[in-house]
């Protein structure tokens, strides 16, 4: 049961331009959504969340945006860096109860490369 | 401030065989998780820790996994015997009471099974 997943296994962008990040979610009692960034040989690190009574969150060069009734979100990284290439993972978690309780569940991960 | 620190980072095991990895979390981070990362995967938890007691162990296989948190602090996951299908990355993450969907991850583990 893949109640995050991140569709697109990679995305390349050339520097200076937007790199889009996209996430989709199944279980509606989901109440934060969080990107982390894992390099080679690292583990991943927090970039930005959102919660769902959001629909958008903007820190620097990243921005996440949240569609609920799509369910549906994205991660925005303008201008997109040589240093941006990383995996990026989307996560949610829920304390509405379930099995989900309190647990972060993240999609598989897109590969982002970023010429220059 | 010290990040997560696991060891070892590589392990190479044949089949049947155990292995332990060790964790120590940020100094004062309450919850410690582990985590089984596959390759192409996203990480999946595998026992998240309160303090020294389990909060949730219902995706830890229970028939050759085990965990511990003594005193609350470090923590060890062990597998016994060892399979395959367990070569993965295991990541150790850590938080804040109260703060748990910002976790704090470390280095990771690889875990190869031959």
């Known amino acids: 049961d893949q109640q995050v997943k991140q569709n697109s296994p990679s995305l390349s962008v050339q520097e200076g331009r937007i790199s889009i990040l996209n996430c989709d979610y199944t279980?509606?009692?989901?109440?934060?959504f969080l990107w982390y960034k894992k390099y080679p040989a690292e583990g991943p690190t927090f970039l930005i969340s959102?919660?769902?009574?959001?629909d958008k969150n903007e820190d620097g060069r990243f921005t996440v945006f949240l569609n609920k009734s799509a369910k549906h979100l994205s991660l925005h990284i303008v201008p997109s860096q040589p240093g941006d290439s990383a995996v990026y993972f989307c996560?949610?978690?829920?304390?509405?109860?379930?099995?989900?309780?309190?647990?972060?569940?993240f999609g598989q991960g897109t590969i982002l490369t970023v010429h220059p | 401030e010290a990040g997560v620190a696991q060891s070892p980072r590589y392990k190479i095991i044949e089949k049947r065989q155990s292995v332990a990895f060790w964790c120590n979390p940020i100094?004062?981070?309450?919850?410690l998780y582990w985590y089984q990362q596959i390759l192409g995967q996203g990480p999946k938890l595998l026992i998240q820790?309160?303090?020294?007691?389990?909060?949730?162990d219902s995706q830890l296989p229970k028939d050759r996994f085990s965990a511990e948190r003594l005193k609350g602090v470090d923590s060890t996951l062990k597998i016994q015997p060892a399979k395959l299908e367990d070569s993965a990355v295991y990541l150790c993450?850590?938080?804040?009471?109260?703060?748990?969907?910002?976790?704090?991850f470390g280095p990771g583990t690889r875990l190869t099974v031959t």
């Open positions: 100094s004062g981070h309450a919850t």
């Open positions: 996560a949610a978690i829920s304390y509405a109860g379930g099995t989900s309780y309190g647990k972060l569940t």
């Open positions: 279980n509606s009692m989901f109440d934060y």
């Open positions: 959102i919660s769902s009574i959001k």
């Open positions: 993450a850590s938080s804040p009471e109260g703060d748990s969907y910002e976790q704090y």
């Open positions: 820790f309160q303090n020294n007691g389990v909060v949730d």
